[in-house]
């Protein structure tokens, strides 16, 4: 294929702290679906925002259709034909087909203010008959399957570009079969091969053996570099394993001569725990002192049941118990009532207020242990926060400053000073070390290390399978809802090519 439709060149993209893309390159052909893959956090996120105008790059070049564009927002890319087809999807549930197409762009519909419904319809219509999607317009979103809301956000793109006269559009599907069945998967494959004779598509899954049997060509990025691109003629699962977790592997980054094998006591245990249409059957057990990571892809159900197990969300079925007793987690309050902490992935938004000083951040739980009648011992306060500002070399002058003002690594040790002030045994942790520095990265690593030596018992989900394996006693791996493997990590350290066979 030598129509090159679309050329990103020598992409940087750096955030504080952090490199997400060095030199990134990518290129796509007209009416050819190619493949992005990676571990979490090799940047293929970062490298689309950029396409789509969420984020502008650093450095490096944009080409279309042979010439520079610059794309400054996401309505910028729209007028250039490129278009996002989420994971979580971005169509409204309560409203119809057509009107689902056409949300915030009805004035194109309207004369002396009044939009016709009937022009609408007809433009859906055409729309949907152009990509050989059999739906009525006038359907309700909620009554369609997966796959056809896939197909009305992919209408809805494809209209978009038709309307900026763009001939060939780029739609961008982002784990579009996370949650779909074979049938389903089969059925969207079909469409796509179908699609792909009117428009070019960028494809990003962690499913490889999907990425061999659909792509025209992929790319594997790892740690926001380029590692290979593979026609289809040549590519294979292992081909993509061994270059996305190809990297030197540095053992005692990870503190390794710390780890300690964890006591015979139960602190938690999980029986055949059940979420609809997120997890089944997951039982195991958790250690005092013990460092379990939760392993898997974007929709292999961990994120949920990390969330069930803090109480957001309940399960539909199944027992979980602490220290030998049953216990009913309807909400983060009652979770930390049992002893569990939780450190989301999104600190800013979920993990501090961020208009509030570190130290009243870091005393949230406990605020109620340090009142005086009807006010908070703010001297008590300060000596607390002082004490852990220390303990984890956070960087700040005063307990005093807002979090706002911290960088992302000092930030995240706020989150974990917040659940060591409070004494919790359990604690779950999404992505802890992400967005941070590499020596900050570290004291992290060593914190969890000390809390481990102290007894709390720990359930991760790393930024990469390094991570996963350097800090874990025992990886709990999942796809699809269900456990897949328990490996031991505790004498022998298992490889990323051993945990990727269970996981995609």
């Known amino acids: 294929m030598n ?34 893959v990676g571990e979490n956090g090799a940047g293929k996120s970062t490298l689309m925002k950029i396409l789509t105008g969420v984020y502008q790059a650093d450095k490096g070049h944009i080409i279309l259709n042979g010439n520079e564009i610059y794309i400054q927002n996401p309505r910028d890319a729209q007028k250039f034909g490129i278009g996002m087809v989420f994971q979580e999807q971005s169509v409204l549930p309560n409203l119809r087909v057509y009107e689902n197409i056409f949300l915030g762009h009805e004035e194109v519909f309207s004369r002396h203010g009044i939009t016709s419904k009937k022009d609408m319809v007809a433009a859906a219509d055409q729309v949907l008959k152009e990509i050989e999607v059999t739906v009525s317009p006038m359907t309700y979103v909620h009554e369609l399957s997966f796959v056809q809301r896939q197909m009305v956000e992919i209408s809805r793109n494809i209209w978009l570009s038709r309307q900026a006269e763009v001939t060939t559009p780029i739609i961008i599907l982002d784990e579009p079969t996370t949650v779909l069945d074979q049938k389903d998967i089969e059925l969207l494959f079909k469409k796509l091969n179908e699609l792909k004779k009117k428009i070019s598509i960028i494809y990003i899954s962690h499913r490889l053996k999907e990425v061999v049997e659909l792509c025209d060509r992929v790319y594997v990025l790892k740690d926001g570099k380029n590692v290979g691109c593979f026609n289809h003629d040549e590519v294979s699962e292992d081909l993509l394993r061994s270059r996305m977790v190809g990297r030197e592997f540095h053992g005692e980054y990870y503190l390794l001569s710390e780890q300690r094998t964890p006591s015979d006591k139960v ?8 979420k609809k249409g997120s997890f089944h059957n997951i039982s195991f057990q958790v ?31 199944g027992n979980i118990l602490i220290n030998g007793e049953r216990v009913f987690i309807h909400s983060p309050a ?10 989301p992935e999104d600190r800013r938004n979920e993990g501090l207020v961020l208009n509030l000083p570190v130290f009243e951040n870091m005393t949230l739980p406990i605020v109620h242990e340090l009142k005086k009648g009807i006010f908070v011992n703010r001297k008590e306060q300060l000596n607390l926060s002082n004490q852990m500002i220390q303990k984890l070399n956070i960087k700040t002058p005063s307990p005093l400053v807002y979090c706002l003002n911290l960088s992302g690594g000092n930030q995240q040790k706020v989150v974990l000073s917040k659940w060591l002030l409070s ?26 290390r000390e809390m481990a030596k102290q007894g709390m018992a720990m359930i991760v989900m790393g930024d990469s399978f390094e991570e996963d394996i350097g800090l874990a006693n025992r990886i709990i791996l999942m796809r699809d809802g269900e456990i897949t493997g328990i490996l031991d990590a505790n004498i022998q350290k298992p490889t990323p090519s051993d945990l990727i066979q269970y996981v995609v």
Do not use: W
């Open 423 to 448: 004494r919790v045994k359990i604690l779950i942790m999404s992505h802890p070390t992400r967005g941070v520095d590499v020596g900050a990265k570290r004291e992290i690593y060593a914190f969890m």
């Open 3 to 36: 129509d090159i439709l679309l050329e990103m060149k020598e992409i940087y993209k750096s955030f504080p702290g952090v490199k997400a893309l060095e030199s990134v390159s990518l290129g796509v052909h007209r009416n050819e679906i190619v493949g992005l």
């Open 267 to 274: 602190v938690l245990e999980l029986q055949e725990c059940f």
């Open 287 to 317: 250690h005092e002192g013990e460092i379990i990571s939760l392993c898997g892809t974007i929709g292999s159900g961990k994120e949920e049941l990390c969330m069930a197990l803090y109480g957001i969300g309940r399960l539909d079925s």
């Open 334 to 343: 009652e979770a930390f009532l049992y002893g569990i902490g939780y450190v």
